[in-house]
């Protein structure tokens, strides 16, 4: 059911896009009309659908904390700078 929704919403938004497009064209009075009505019945589709659609809920996994945490406070290892950059494989 869920994809099913999902894929009707997706043709709704696609037509609409599409009659976006057709209304940047020259188009005569009438069909302006009858694209401009289509957009809107597409959009109300759309809304409707929208508004009921609900995602699939999963069965939530227990959180567990670890009983305590630890910071490491120490200061970090300083490195050896070697000519070039490299490591000391490529220094010799």
């Known amino acids: 059911m869920f994809e099913a929704n999902l894929a009707r919403i997706r043709t709704h938004r696609n037509n609409i896009h599409r009659y976006r497009g057709l209304l940047r064209t020259e ?8 694209i401009e009505k289509r957009m809107a ?3 109300t589709a759309l809304d409707a659908l929208v508004a009921d659609f609900q995602l699939p809920t999963f069965p939530a996994a227990p959180i567990s904390a670890p009983s ?9 290892r300083q490195m050896a ?12």
């Open 68 to 76: 305590s945490i630890s910071v490491n406070l120490e200061r970090p």
């Open 81 to 92: 700078i070697f000519p070039g950059g490299g490591s000391p494989a490529l220094a010799r």
């Open 27 to 34: 188009l005569s009075g009438l069909e302006r009309e009858f």
């Open 41 to 43: 019945d597409e959009q």
